[in-house]
């Protein structure tokens, strides 16, 4: 019986509490950061290029978007993630706005959010291959980075 209660005893005191953070990755948080390579107010051409580094998550997508004056969200998938590395090249404002400052931001969504984003199709415009937005960043969206960068004064610059 003694040696049942010493047991007991040392169990207790010796019990650690779980690690919670893997709890929550199993329920959609992601651990990691995403990063960019440019300054924040780095100026851009309207058609930008844009780059910085997230590590690649089992099960999830990583995606973009950018807010005008924080207005709507226009919205589009990373271009290339290889490694660690990503890209894009995205239109940043319309032809009346040069010198325009944009929020942009670089969040990871599920599987199943990144099928239902593709799933969307915007109206198609004049200059380029179209585009659609959002009141909102996707719920599911996590890991989120932002910064800002300011559209070149060029009036003259092409969108993508």
């Known amino acids: ?20 953070r893997l709890w929550s990755a199993a329920e959609g948080e992601i651990d990691g950061t995403v990063e960019f390579d440019f300054d924040e107010g780095a100026v851009v051409p309207r058609c930008a290029a844009l780059s910085g580094t997230a590590p690649q998550r089992e099960g999830y997508t990583l995606w973009f978007a950018n807010a005008e004056g924080g207005g709507a969200y226009y919205v589009k998938e990373i271009d ?3 490694g ?16 325009l400052r944009a929020n942009v931001f670089v969040f990871y969504v599920d599987n199943d959010t990144s099928s239902f984003l593709r799933s969307i199709h915007g109206a198609a415009s004049d200059e380029g291959p179209g585009y659609w937005f959002s009141d ?3 719920p599911t969206a996590s890991a989120i980075a932002e910064t800002t960068v300011t559209r070149d004064a060029d009036p003259d610059s092409p969108s993508c």
């Open 1 to 20: 019986m003694a040696l049942s209660i010493v047991g007991l005893a040392v169990a207790v005191l010796t019990w650690q509490f779980p690690d919670l």
């Open 80 to 82: 290339r993630h290889v």
């Open 84 to 99: 660690d590395e990503w890209e894009i090249r995205t239109t940043i404002g319309a032809d009346d706005s040069p010198g």
């Open 136 to 138: 909102l960043l996707p």
